[in-house]
């Protein structure tokens, strides 16, 4: 005897309301770390109240560190 699935029903899924339409964005700002650094080989860079530090590593890779 074959027999077919059951088809049960689903509630339908809530719709989110429509966002609002995103505005243009703007392109994201880029540094060089020659214009960054201004030949240093470390920055302080505050954000929040703390005080990051961004390092060039002797294998020329950054490092952010706070």
């Known amino acids: 005897m074959h027999t ?6 689903k509630p339908a899924a809530a719709v989110a309301p429509a966002a609002a339409a995103p505005q243009a964005s703007q392109p994201v700002r880029r540094f060089t770390t020659a214009g960054l650094m ?13 005080i990051y530090r ?3 590593t002797q294998l020329n890779k950054l490092i952010l560190t706070a």
């Open 4 to 9: 077919s699935p059951a088809t049960a029903s």
């Open 38 to 50: 201004q030949d240093q080989r470390e920055v302080e860079i505050e954000h929040a109240g703390r």
């Open 54 to 56: 961004l390092r060039i």
